[in-house]
Nanobody, 134 residues
Framework: QVQLVESGGGLVQAGGSLRLSCAAS?????????????MGWFRQAPGKEREFVAA????????FYADSVKGRFTISRDNANYTVYVDMKSLKLEDTAVYYC??????????????????????WGQGTQVTVSS
């Protein structure tokens, strides 16, 4: 079992930056165990469906991004500290949403299509609110 806790959300003006963190833990967790998980960020705005934001694969840490955030968001992982980050810059009003961290037991060759699909993820955090104001 894996627990995920997001942090770093808040209120920011358009054009600003935020860093979201996702800390993973588990009863039998280890650095090796964490490194075997692909990690993703999704978001859900009021009245909209949950959508993919970014993901980072296990092992070599391939990254994948939604077109809407490409060039503005950067996902990274720190396996030693069981944490995944997403650095968000040049934030726009439309980035306002609850951001969720998720973990998936994926193969090393899993594709971007796999990582962008919410149902492929096994564990989810509770979410952190990001509000971008004008």
């Amino acid at each position: 079992q894996v627990q995920l806790v997001e942090s770093g959300g808040g209120l920011v003006q358009a054009g600003g930056s935020l860093r979201l963190s996702c800390a993973a833990s588990g009863r039998t967790f280890s650095r090796y165990a964490f490194s075997r998980y692909g990690m993703g960020w999704f978001r859900q705005a009021p009245g909209k469906e949950r959508e993919f934001v970014a993901a980072i694969s296990m092992n070599r840490g391939r990254t994948f991004y939604a077109d809407s955030v490409k060039g503005r968001f950067t996902i990274s992982r720190d396996n030693a500290n069981y944490t995944v980050y997403v650095d968000m810059k040049s934030l726009k009003l439309e980035d306002t949403a609850v951001y969720y961290c998720a973990a998936t037991v994926a193969s090393a060759l899993a594709s971007g299509s796999y990582y962008s699909t919410a149902k492929e993820y096994d564990y989810w955090g509770q979410g952190t609110q990001v509000t971008v104001s004008s």
